[in-house]
């Protein structure tokens, strides 16, 4: 039983990274987004 229990939390251990991992990535492409916004509205008020 206890092999089991130790398997449960460690399947839930690397669940929980994994999710950690992926709440990082999409900040640093939210804000990745954000510059390539900003970059393309001043490109195009330089064109204009």
């Known amino acids: 039983m206890f092999y089991l229990m130790m398997g449960f ?25 954000r510059a390539l916004r900003e970059e393309l509205e001043t490109a195009n008020r330089k064109r204009t």
């Open 9 to 33: 939390a460690a399947v839930w251990l690397l669940v929980t990274l994994y999710l950690v991992y992926l709440g990082v990535r999409q900040r640093q492409l939210d804000a990745e987004m």
